[in-house]
């Protein structure tokens, strides 16, 4: 079972560029989520999609887009990088139910110089 | 505004130690709370799950237990190996049905020597 797959691992961007982060989970789960994990910060939670066809900013939103292109499709934007976006970025998925656990995929380490 | 919090930040055993982790949380009003594992460059793995109205869950010599009141969860690893090393999250779960976010801790970083 291949769970939530994110590409790519590494990615390297110069300030002003930009890319899209690709998440898929073949799980049928409902929602899924972006994070970015910084040292001392944990994860901070970026957007989230509770269903296919809606997203909602999380806490730290500034600088991004979604789109949840299907069920199992959950991609991250950056218009614009900027080094602050330097960063570990991890893909979520659960089924809709408050009682399902989180599963994530191994991440994504963008560095933005 | 739901903070959660690990004590200690690290936490350095001789193999064979039980040991626990601690996880404090502000609002008690939660409907689950998750612990995970992290090993260095990957992506979470969920350990166990607390529901609300659950007082604790075992898998294996992993033990979690929830007391909603006092805003705590520990999370007791029985007889620890080296293997066990990795970083311990955990995250409480709230929010209504369209909104509902989780929050983690910063984690506590594990190392068990032989």
């Known amino acids: 079972n291949a769970g939530v797959t994110q590409t790519p691992k590494f990615q390297v961007l110069k300030t002003g560029q930009s890319m899209t982060l690709q998440c898929a989970q073949d799980?049928?789960?409902?929602?899924m989520y972006w994070y970015r994990q910084d040292p001392g910060m944990g994860l901070r939670l970026i957007y989230y999609?509770?269903?296919?066809?809606?997203?909602d900013k999380g806490e730290v939103p500034n600088g991004y887009n979604v789109s949840r292109l299907n069920k199992r499709e959950f991609s991250l934007r950056l218009e614009s990088a900027a080094p602050s976006q330097t960063s570990v970025y991890f893909c979520a998925s659960t089924m809709r139910s408050f009682n399902s656990p989180l599963h994530f995929g191994n991440g994504t380490r963008l560095t933005v110089t | 505004k739901q903070e959660v919090t690990q004590i200690p930040a690290a936490l350095s055993v001789p193999e064979g130690e039980n040991l626990v982790l601690n996880c404090s949380f502000t609002?008690?009003?939660?409907?689950?709370l998750q612990w995970f594992r992290q090993d260095p460059g990957k992506g979470l793995t969920s350990l166990l799950l607390i529901q609300s109205s659950q007082r604790e869950q075992t898998s294996g010599r992993l033990n979690a237990s929830l007391d909603k009141s006092s805003g705590r969860s520990t999370l007791y690893i029985a007889a620890s190996q080296p293997g066990d090393s990795a970083t311990y999250l955990c995250a409480v779960r709230r929010g209504s049905y369209n909104t509902d976010k989780l929050i983690f801790g910063t984690g506590t970083r594990l190392q068990v020597f032989p």
């Open positions: 799980m049928n789960h409902n929602s």
């Open positions: 999609s509770a269903s296919e066809g809606t997203t």
């Open positions: 609002d008690s009003a939660i409907y689950n």
